[in-house]
């Protein structure tokens, strides 16, 4: 082999290599590029998994908590959308019946607001914080990050039972670590023109009040 015929030879290498890198670090970028572009719009799901105070009862739909909240959220995430899954009338003993369909839907977050129906029905809050603790460790076997809408007993259903209801938010947040909206309706109940007319359900102003005040600044530094 001459010298001549040995340095085309490894001219030919050397351009066959540079061209197997250069279209292949091609593909690579469209890769990274499609996937980058993939996670811009792919949707963030919320649940809001609750009773008639996530339904709504008493507003239009887009008065609801959940509508209120993620036009707020959309500011800081375009792609979150929020999934209104409350029930009037809803205990815990019902919120656990459904924890599977919403472990289903796949949500990124849940965001647990149920109780009021317990209390106000006087059920036993050692029955309330079972059925709460069960739906979270169905959604922590899941791998679904879960914010506590916190709730608490009215004066009326006696201080025995009001001290031990409120504290069960509070011990099942720092038992699981868990984010927590220590009273959901937290300077909203009993003000009159924050309510509709049965005095119990908080109108748009009050869901506004509510999340502005009560659940964004507990919200904003899970999803930041």
Known sequence: MNMRYLLIVVFLIITSVGAVFYFGK????????????????????????????????????????????????????????????????????????????????????VLLGLGANDMLRSINPDVTKTNLEKIIIALKENDIPMVILGMKAQIGNGFAYKKKFDSIYADLSAKYDLPLVPFFLENVILVKDLNINDGIHPNRQGYEK???????????????
């Open 26 to 109: 091609k593909d690579t970028n469209k890769i990274i590029n499609k996937t980058a572009e993939a996670d811009t719009t792919r949707e963030y799901k919320i649940i809001a998994f609750g009773d008639s105070l996530t339904a709504g009862y008493g507003v239009n739909l887009n008065e609801s908590y959940p509508a209120i909240l993620e036009k707020y959220l959309k500011v800081i995430n375009t792609n979150i959308k929020i999934i209104n899954a409350g029930v009037s009338g809803e205990t815990t003993t019902g919120g656990l019946d459904r924890v599977d369909f919403i472990i289903s839907q796949k949500p990124q977050l």
């Open 210 to 224: 509510i999340v502005k005040e009560n659940v964004l600044p507990v919200l904003k530094k899970v999803i930041d």
